[in-house]
C-alpha cells in the first residue's frame, strides 16, 4: 500500500491530459474531463472502498521528509502555468463549434486549475518553506484567488467553525448563500488581517508592503501580459484571452468553494468563554478517507487531521474514526451540494449525529 500510495499521487496528472487529449479529438470530447471527475473517480471511490491505514509515528517522521512527494507539487505548479498558457492559446485558434463545448473546456481547465491546483497550493501554503509558499501564491495567482493565502491561514484556520468564519457553512445553509458570503467576506477579511497586520508595523494600509495590493492586481497583470503577448503574435486584440482566462477563474474558485463548504458544513466549536472556543480538534471537520478521490486531492480528504495538524504534510495525515465521516467522496458531494433539498436530506441527520455525540462528550462522567 506504501508504494501503492507514492504512485497513486500521479494520478491527478491524469486530469490536465484528459483535457488535452479530449480538446484534439474535438466536439464532445470536451466533456471527458468532466464525465472522468464526476463519473469514473467516484465510481471507482465506491469500489475501492475506504482506506483508513495510517503509519505509525516513527514511518510518519521519515515519510514526512522524503523529498518525493514535494517533488510531485512542485512539478505541478510548472504543469500549470504551461497548461493556463496552453488553454490561452487554443481559445484564440479555436472558435469552438459552439457556446457548449467552449463551456465545458473552460469547465474542465477549471477542473484542473481549481480542483487540483488549489488544492495543491493549498498544501504548499501551508508550509515554511519560502520555495513553497511562492508557489503556493504562483498557482493561485493562475485563478485569480490569491487572497485566499491570507484568510485562509490566517483567518479560516484560526476561526473555523465558528461564526466569525465565513468559510464554514451554517446548517441549513445551501451553497448558493455560502458562496457568496465565503467569496466576498472572505476577501474583505483578507484585506482586515493585512492591515491590521501593517497597523502593528506602524504602516498605514495603502503601502507597497500590504500584500492584498498585490494579490488583487497581480493575476490581472499576469492576464494582461498573456494578452497583450499573444495579440502582439496575432497582430491584434486578442479578447478571447482574458474572457477564458477569467471564466475559468470563476468555476476553479467556486469549486474551491463547493470544497469549502463540504468540509465544514454545520460544524461548531463549544464557546468556553466570551468569544472564545475550545482547541480545533480531528471532530471539527468532516472526514473522508475515500481512496482514490484521496490520490487526486492529495489527502485532502483526510481534512481532520490537517486541521488540528495544519502544518503537517499531505502524505502523513491520518483517518480518525472518531471524525464525522462523509458518505461519499467530495467528487460526490460537491455535486449534491449543488442541490440543497438533497445535500440537507443526506447531511442533517449525519450534522445531528454529530451534535449528539458531541453534547454526551461534554456530560460529566
Known sequence: MKHLKKIGF???????????SGYYLGGYWNFITILFAFIIIPLIDQLSGLDTTNLDESEAKLVSEEKYYRFVT???????????????FIVVQDGFQTPLIWLAFVVSVALVTGGIGITVAHELGHKKSALERFYSKLLLMTVCYMHFYIEHNRGHHVYVATPEDPATARKNESFYTFWFRSVFIGYAHAWKHETDSLQKKGLPSLHWKNSMIWYTLLPILFCGVITLAISIVYGSIQWQVP????????????????VNYVEHYGIVRKEVALGKYERVNPLHSWNASHLISNFFLFQLQRHSDH???AIKRYQVLKHYDESPQLPFGYPTMILMALVPPLWFSLM???????STR????????
Open 10 to 20: 500521479f494520478t491527478a496528472f491524469i486530469l490536465p491530459t484528459l483535457v488535452v
Open 74 to 88: 512542485y512539478i505541478w505548479t510548472f504543469v500549470q502555468l504551461a497548461f493556463v498558457l496552453w488553454g490561452c
Open 243 to 258: 474572457v477564458f482566462f477569467f471564466a475559468q477563474s470563476f468555476f476553479a474558485f467556486t469549486l474551491l468553494e463547493l
Open 307 to 309: 486541521h488540528a495538524n
Open 348 to 354: 442533517n441527520p449525519r450534522l445531528d449525529d454529530w
Open 358 to 365: 458531541i453534547y454526551h462528550q461534554a456530560l460529566p462522567q
